[in-house]
């Protein structure tokens, strides 16, 4: 089945916040951001951006009635800054006018006089001065300390892990509609209406009941938009509440790019000690996480991090330590993955290490130590499936790993110029929100009499195809055809109290409380057609193809006409349903519990070609078995994979996020912050899906949406192994993304010292001439 929103984005009819149709006197508004990273505001001059005409008004925190402070974990985040800005793009005014190009031109002529203090980027150097946001967080198993004592090999190292920008297609935007009686009604581009409608009402000092918030779909999310899009919402908001008109607010890619938060870039360092036999014995692992000037979702993704920090292994002795570090960048946030990626990236290279010191392949180090029904993790909770192991060893038959190491040995033993390398990425990924009260959802269901049906939930569709799922769970449900089926926008009026669309499982959770729903609207109907066909058991009533079946016949009753006969016996064909995951949670005092539903595993092989005189190199391919369970709509979730997937490769290689020293986006446009496209991409990519019934899941079907993007892990294990091929006695450093830039100046790192040091001498030799 397609997507059910496929027509309208090939046409260019689907539509996002400022495609609806414009409501009277629209405004627009564009913000005025600090230049600074770190500075005291001095002094404010507004007087100038209200000079020309078409300017409406300028508003600052002073404006706001209720609260300026917002944040879903910690609200230690100003709307508009006050006294002190943190990081450069922080909103200071929102100036409205006529237009978008006259508010925009009026923002530049705002005058702020700042005195810059000097910033931190750094998040190593924000933990030693003190600079950390919530607590620092440490998961023990076993004992690390006496473990040591055991190994034959203990190794360690660091890794420097970048950030990754969202690059949503749609940029950040709202429009916000004062209604009558002191209500408002807000379009908003978020994953997370519920945010917006509390910090709204908060910001203005009304209940949550006079803030509607609606989403029809993004246009991507990837986590950029389930806590960062509450801000621009807000700002919106102020406005139009103030000038009584509806205004719109939409980022230009370049503000958008300097505005927002992205992945948290991390610095670790880890300790890993095996046997002999390549056995993992004890690992250690310290994560400095850079969260930014606020706490905005840091914490959390730190807290999946230290879950995900033994990834798809087995460590009987475990001590992981995670710190969110205060410094002076956006505010960093979700993205695909959520603190995970990085926790596995500081494995792999650990194993990496352990498996290069002792002359093996990473593969027989991970093989080795690959969790297995029963297992524990660190955080208390035991693998209730082996499907590590059978994704591994699958993709191993599957992809012939074998063939693939001696036809790369091969190549490289005959290639001087070019390398081949591979790397196989095993992942394991927990499904359910960290934090155990998030994993609730509702569904409202309507029949109307001609057997239509209309379904909303408090999922948002960001591209990941929720729309599709749902509609494809709906009518499986009732048995009828899918153009019965209407998914409408994501709205708080109709679904109160809705968490994120985040952390993969909104099909899960709004899948089951749609099943739920439907589930009351199929009891009531099977008392009907009881009646009408003058059975005695509702039970035994079925439909089947839209068609209402008796004891497993087929009666000359069909869907619509028993929902009209329904409506006539005054049956209630709406409802409304709630889902809560069953057995899950976490006990943070003692960082021990059952925090994830089920786990989704799988195993990638990843090959690449290296140009070992550019630096530059070209994936061939990569070979994936994913644990898919039943999927409700596979093409949809082939798409997930393969999308996570790419998003995982340019986080590795491509994607250059780059800050300088005084906190300024460097990496500020697309000719300098590249993504994957289609070129960049592999000419193969093979997937194949373990389709076991999951029993959690709608119709047994799994969460999809984040884990694929960490299998892009194994192409930096799969460059350093070509890079090894040409310089076996180079130590390479584990920092990402790694580059062509950067992999030609570390294979070629002591020519260039050689080089540096020639010009330094030949500079001292002229300067003292
Ligand atoms: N796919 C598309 N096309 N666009 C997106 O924004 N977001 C990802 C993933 N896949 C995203 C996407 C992220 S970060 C998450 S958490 C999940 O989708 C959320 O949706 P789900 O819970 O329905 O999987
Ligand atoms: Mo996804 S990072 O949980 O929005």
Redesign the pocket.
Known sequence: MKRIDAIYHVRGKAEYVDDMPLPAEMLYAAVFASTVARGKILALNLKDALVPDGIAAVFTAEDIPGSNQWGSIIPDWPLLATDEVYYVGQPVAVVVGKTQALAQKAAKRIAMQVEELPALVEPREAFVRGQIIGEPRTFVLGDVDSAWEQCDLIVEGTCEIGGQEHL?LETQRARAIPLEGKTMRVYSAT?NPYAAQRTIAQMLGLPYHAIEVDVKR?G????G??EQATLWASLAALAAWHLQKPVELVLSRLDDLKMTGKRHPYSSDFKIGVTKEGKILSYEVKHYQNAGAYADLSTAVLERTLFHSTNAYFIPNVRIFGASCRTNLPPNT?????GGPQAMFVMESAITKVAEKLGVSREEIQRNNLLQTGDVFPYGQQMQTNSVRRTWSEAEQTYNLAEIRNRVADYNASHFETKKGYGVMPICFGISFTATFLNQASALVHVYTDGSVSVTTG?VE?????ST?IAAIASKAFDIGIHRIKIETTNTTRIANMPP????????LNGNATLLAIGQILDRLKVVAAKELGVADPDKIALADEKVLYAGQETDWTWARLVEAASVSRTNLSAHAFYATPGIGFDRSREKGHPFAYHVCGTAIVEVTLDCLRGTYEIDAVKIVHDLGRSVNELVDR??VE??LAQGLGWMTIEDLRFNDRGQLLSNNLATYKIPDIYFMPDAIAIKFLTDENPVGPYGSK????PPLMYGIGVFFAIRQAMRAFQPQQEFAFASPLTPERVLCELYAEELQEMAEKTAASHTLQAST
């Open positions: 949503y994953q993004l991507g999310g990837f986590g938009k389930e979700a993205l695909r993955g959520f999922g960001m591209g990941q195809g929720l799922k669309t985040a952390a993969s499982v909104t099909t899960d798409g997930q999308g996570g969460a999809v949406g984040e």
